[in-house]
Nanobody, 124 residues
Framework: QVQLVESGGGSVQAGGSLRLSCATSGYITTAGYMAWFRQAPGKEREAVAAIRRSGGSTVYADSVKGRFTVSEDNARRTLYLQMNALKPEDSAVYYC?????????????????WGQGTQVTVSS
């Protein structure tokens, strides 16, 4: 059984940085994607960034391009999201996700495994 555990959330001022981590356990193949999603109160869950396990190609939401970087350390079995130049609108619960047979990495329903989420709050 795949398990995902996020950490690294917190409260920062606008312009600050945070690095989220997602520790993985269980069997994860080299196929598919690992991704970060976020959900703010009253809003739908949205894709932030995704990384393809085979080859390492990445995709980002337009709202975070140039500010966020997704990466994976296979030896540590950990997914990261480096978030720089944070804005108040980045405030949300951030979730790590794993999808095996992903066609559109921005669609939440293509991911089978989810972490419990970590809160990020950015104050102005």
């Amino acid at each position: 059984q795949v398990q995902l555990v996020e950490s690294g959330g917190g409260s920062v001022q606008a312009g600050g940085s945070l690095r989220l981590s997602c520790a993985t356990s269980g069997y994860i193949t080299t196929a598919g994607y690992m991704a970060w999603f976020r959900q703010a109160p009253g809003k739908e869950r949205e894709a932030v960034a995704a990384i393809r396990r085979s080859g390492g190609s990445t995709v980002y939401a337009d709202s975070v391009k140039g500010r966020f970087t997704v990466s994976e350390d296979n030896a540590r079995r950990t997914l990261y999201l480096q978030m720089n130049a944070l804005k108040p609108e980045d405030s949300a619960v951030y979730y790590c996700a794993r999808g095996q047979d992903v066609i559109d990495p921005s669609r939440a329903n293509e991911y089978q495994y989810w972490g419990q989420g970590t809160q990020v709050t950015v104050s102005s």
